[in-house]
């Protein structure tokens, strides 16, 4: 594919002497500018003995360590010195076995993950973005035995921030009004996804050429609007490509934009369908989008998994704690399902798993027997791959899914000559668990983060924990789950942002540069007016 870049093995070796190099360490950028995946290596003559966690709390090194984008970057020496990065790009990686090495990582393997759909079956792939180190200033470490400084990656003074993204795959003209009286009487905003067109098997689909005076007052009421596509339902790619090439932006500043499902001219999709990525991104500038969903959940939010700056939560063994409450079958559906989504998420066993399953269906519901051969080809592969976790279960089981290790949030991603920015979310089906009291006072006493990925209109049936139930009236347990939230919310404990708004912060946050004066005083050395504070 024309974007996938290589995951190189490139590092860049240091060796620091703490007693002798003064208040700061640079690095040449000019080293590494035009690399698009390399590491730092930074060797100290005195170990490692605390960390800066996501949560803003110092940890030991007692297990491996990780701060992303969004994270602290600091770390204390047994010496008594503070180290701290001068910008908040990158990622500080720590193994508990070396601890005297710091790797700063700039796009390793699954940091900045995007989908891309290949060949007739679209087998989902994961690639990386493509993205080069863009600094004005050098990179740099800061030495200091005063206090480091912090940033919150809150508008809130280190808050939590809880960001929903709506797909609108179930949306009518009727539960639109019930969604937006019930986030209303909340007073909670959220990105609402919509259908530009109306073209769907289900005729009360609602789109905003049908429905624009309703999209209009969740506009009117705070939210914000983006693109989940054009339609409901795929028509033919002439008429789909026509459609996309031509349509004209029914609202100004509607930036952002979600993929549905296979629409072919779909971000996830269009490399497949061999558009030339130079019309692909004039079309997305054109129409005024700058923002892209990477199409690849970090995991499924649950009782126990929700806040996406901490890689330790996102691994079987919380999975499994979280569905003890159903039969055991059922549970070691839900088990292998999340295993080969979030677990293995490998391309290959992922399209095996979809085949399995479809011709058992096959077999048992059509009497197709023949497709027997089809079954095992596509089950052998993925029934050993579960044997090895099985067998394996103690180990495998705190392994933190790939896509969600390095905690991407923001990144950005070049399709020809421009950039443009990109986001993971997390899927939330379920607000019985994934919103509960415990989960929302974590969430809250870490600082956490979360932009979720739900469907507040859903009514099939295997979903459990809806909003709305089959007679509109709504979930009494998630509404009092809400409720809850926008009481955190009304007392400054979690932010509440649209996504337009948590990625103008991320900006700004990402721009703040440290430095340090003659005394070691670490001092921000440009005005983003981001809440930071001193360390004690």
């Not at 939330?428 to 956490?448: I, R």
């Not at 709305?468 to 009481?487: G, H, P, W």
């Not at 991320?506 to 070691?520: H, L």
């Given at each position: ?19 002798s ?15 698009q ?55 500080w ?16 393997e699954?940091?900045?993950p ?5 060949n ?17 200033e ?15 990656r809150s ?17 009518t ?36 050429q ?5 999209l ?19 028509r ?14 029914p ?8 993929d ?11 490399e ?8 692909y ?32 939560d ?10 003890t409450?159903v039969?055991?079958?059922?549970r ?5 399902k999340?295993i080969?989504?979030?677990?293995d ?14 011709h ?22 993925v ?6 976790v099985?067998?394996n ?5 705190k392994?933190?899914?790939?896509v ?9 991603h ?14 939330m ?9 415990e ?12 932009i ?6 859903v ?9 709305i ?20 919310v009304?007392?400054?404990?979690i932010?509440n ?14 721009e703040?540069?440290?430095?340090i ?14 809440p ?5």
């Amino acid at each position: 594919m024309s974007n996938e870049i290589v995951i190189t093995k490139l590092k860049f070796d240091f060796s620091i002497d703490c007693e002798s190099i003064g208040t700061i360490f640079r690095f040449e950028n000019s080293n590494f500018q035009n690399e698009q995946s390399f590491d730092i290596k930074i060797q100290f003559s005195q170990p490692i003995v605390s960390f800066r966690n996501h949560n803003y709390q110092w940890v030991d090194l007692s297990q491996d360590r990780i701060a992303n984008d969004f994270s602290p970057k600091i770390i204390k020496l047994q010496n008594g010195s503070f180290v701290q990065a001068n910008v908040n790009f990158g990622i500080w990686e720590i193994n508990k076995k070396k601890t005297n090495v710091l790797l700063w990582r700039f796009n390793p393997e699954y940091a900045a993950p995007l989908t891309r759909y290949c060949n007739e079956l679209n087998t989902k792939k994961i690639v990386s973005a493509n993205s080069k180190l863009d600094l004005n200033e050098n990179l740099a470490l800061l030495f200091t035995k005063n206090n480091p400084i912090e940033l919150s990656r809150s508008k809130i003074p280190f808050s939590a921030i809880a960001c929903f993204t709506d797909h609108c795959d179930f949306d009518t003209l009727e539960n639109l009004k019930i969604q937006r009286k019930f986030l209303k009487e909340n007073n909670l905003k959220i990105t609402k996804g919509f259908f530009l067109n109306h073209f769907s098997k289900r005729d009360d689909n609602a789109s905003f050429q049908n429905d624009k005076e309703e999209l209009l007052k969740w506009k009117n009421d705070n939210h914000e609007l983006c693109y989940h596509s054009l339609t409901q339902s795929i028509r033919s790619d002439e008429e789909a490509f026509n459609e996309f090439y031509n349509f004209i932006p029914p609202l100004e500043n509607v930036n952002i934009w979600i993929d549905h499902g296979f629409q072919p001219y779909n971000f996830s999709m269009f490399e497949k369908n061999a558009i030339a990525k130079e019309r692909y991104e004039a079309t997305l500038l054109d129409k005024n989008i700058s923002v892209l969903c990477n199409y690849i959940d970090a995991a499924t939010a649950t009782k126990g998994i929700l806040n996406q700056l901490n890689p330790n939560d996102f691994n079987l063994e919380k999975y499994y704690k979280s569905i003890t409450d159903v039969s055991f079958l059922k549970r070691m559906v839900m088990l292998i399902k999340n295993i080969i989504f979030h677990y293995d998420n490998d391309e290959f066993r992922v399209r095996n798993y979809i085949e399995t399953i479809t011709h058992t269906k096959r077999i048992f519901k059509k009497g197709k027997v023949l497709e027997i051969f089809s079954l095992f080809k596509n089950a052998i592969p993925v029934a050993v791959m579960l044997l090895k976790v099985f067998f394996n279960w103690n180990k495998t089981k705190k392994k933190t899914y790939k896509v969600a290790k390095y905690s991407p949030l923001f990144f950005k991603h070049k399709i020809d000559k421009n950039e443009f920015y990109i986001f993971q979310a997390i899927e939330m089906v379920d607000f019985d668990k994934a919103l509960c009291k415990e989960n929302v006072d974590e969430l809250v006493h870490d600082s956490g983060l979360f932009i979720a990925h739900t469907y507040f209109s859903v009514n099939m049936n295997h979903y459990h924990g809806k909003l709305i139930n089959s007679d509109n009236s709504l979930n009494k347990n998630v509404v009092r789950n809400f409720n809850y939230l926008a009481q955190k919310v009304a007392e400054n404990a979690i932010w509440n942002p649209i996504l337009s708004e948590l990625l103008d912060f991320y900006k700004n946050f990402q721009e703040t540069v440290f430095d340090i004066d003659e005394k070691g005083v670490i001092f921000i050395k440009n005005n983003t007016n981001i809440p930071s504070r001193s360390i004690i």
